[in-house]
């Protein structure tokens, strides 16, 4: 196995977690590059859910390394929950886990400054998932955000802790706002501090040079993104997107490893799209039909438990996703949903004004006009979940594989059938 990232080619959910699960095991180290714990990562194995919000999904493998890259955000809070969580469940991630020093941290105020901004935003609030994420990204790009190197030196942080805290409380007064909530959970923080630094210390070590060490001698690395290449700062339907990169090239930036050192891109497509929150969706189904989507493939989000929206998969999309992350291979997932289906459908393009054109359009209101041309399939009505060869397929659900792959010009190398590890197909 080469060096090799996976990322979600939607707007998030797509089953990153399960395909990186399955490809860990040929992996010397599981790597986090961007996001935080606004991330739901799910993976079931022996018919045990676990759900990843920080820690890499690769730690369920004993002997496996995984890596919280500098381009995370971490909660500290989050963090330590997720660590008693797999240790009650028999999980030991001491001598496995390793979080960058260069990593910044989510503190109390930016849970409360992004609820602030949403309020604010009113009937044009981006729907976030309220986890103080885009807050902490915004202190880093400012020169203010606290980094854990900081973090674990009391002296350092309490001192850049301190200067963050006078700024916020100075917003809140300015904003003639009652700051006894965000001046509580500030309180309540620093009470707690000396424990977290004592349990996160550990943990915290110079990763870039770790990877580097670990790639010289001859280990792979698997790159675990988050959310989606259509939530992208840069790539993504803005203003709807989160506050990283998350296409592949966030990969390099968000972890400290070279370009030249990855070989292999893995895009995971679900089979259908969703979407959680607001921001456009041509394929959008608003009745019956997304409705049993969502029922089946229990799309319920695994961070905030809010339902997604649901609709047939857009080939536009997952064209424009791979040539933005280079994508040598695609992993479908959730194709064992659309089984229950006579008629499936698939978009190669849209109407403007009555106009037809391929090519995904960067303007919000443009996409927000938009008329998807669909291709029909027929249905294979048949339970898939315990196939294991792609030519035990139904032929409708290869004819269906085969669109997708000559569409994107990606070859598809993984299909999930289910949501246990061992529900995958390996394409020859």
């Known amino acids: 196995m080469s060096n090799t990232v996976v990322v979600g080619t939607q707007w998030g959910d797509e089953g990153k977690a399960k395909i990186v699960d399955v490809l860990a095991k040929d992996a010397g180290i599981v790597v986090r590059y961007s996001g935080g714990a606004n991330a739901g990562h799910t993976i079931v194995f022996e018919g045990k859910k676990f759900v990843f ?53 989510v503190l109390p105020y930016h849970f409360h400054i992004e609820k602030l901004e949403e309020f604010r935003r009113a009937d044009r609030s981006v729907g976030t998932t309220m986890r103080g994420i885009g807050p902490a990204y915004v202190d880093k790009a400012s020169r203010r955000g606290i980094r854990m190197g900081d973090f674990i030196q009391p002296d350092i942080f309490m001192d850049k802790f301190q200067t963050n805290v006078r700024w916020v409380q100075e917003l809140w007064s300015a904003s003639n706002l009652d700051r006894s909530e965000v001046d509580s959970a500030i309180d309540t923080f620093v009470a707690q501090y000396p424990e977290y630094v004592e349990l996160i210390q550990p943990f915290v070590v110079d ?117 933005l992350n280079g994508l040598t291979a695609l992993a479908l997932t959730k194709l064992d949903v659309l089984s229950n289906f006579d008629e499936i459908k698939f978009c190669t393009g849209y109407t403007f004004d009555g106009v037809t054109q391929q090519d995904y359009p960067n303007a919000l209101n443009h996409l927000e006009r938009a008329e998807p041309v669909y291709e029909h399939f027929v249905g294979w009505n048949e339970n898939i979940s315990d196939i294991r060869s792609y030519a035990d397929l139904p032929q409708a659900a290869k004819d269906y594989v085969d669109r997708i792959a000559e569409f994107t010009g990606v070859p598809v190398k993984y299909i999930s059938v289910g949501p246990d590890r061992d529900q995958t197909i390996f394409m020859e």
């Open 53 to 105: 919000h920080l820690i890499p999904a690769g730690i369920l493998y004993p002997q496996k390394l995984c890596v919280l890259g500098n381009g995370v955000v971490i909660d500290p809070q989050a963090l330590l929950r997720e660590i008693d969580s797999l240790t009650s469940r028999g999980i030991d991630v001491r001598d496995r886990l390793f979080i960058s020093d260069q990593a910044h941290v």
């Open 207 to 323: 990763t870039p040079s770790l990877l580097h060490r670990h790639i010289t001698q001859g280990q792979t690395v698997l790159f675990e993104g988050a959310q989606g290449t259509f939530l992208d700062v840069d790539h993504g339907t803005y203003p709807y997107v989160t506050s990283s990169n998350s296409t592949a090239g966030g990969a390099c930036v968000g972890s400290g490893v070279g370009p030249n050192q990855i070989e292999t891109f893995v895009g995971v497509v679900k089979a259908y799209t969703t979407r959680v929150g607001k921001g456009p969706f041509p394929t959008e189904l608003q009745k019956e039909e997304g409705d049993l989507i969502r029922t089946i493939g229990d799309e319920f989000g695994a961070t905030t438990g809010r339902p997604r929206r649901c609709g047939w998969l857009d080939g536009v999309m997952l064209r424009r996703a791979c040539f």
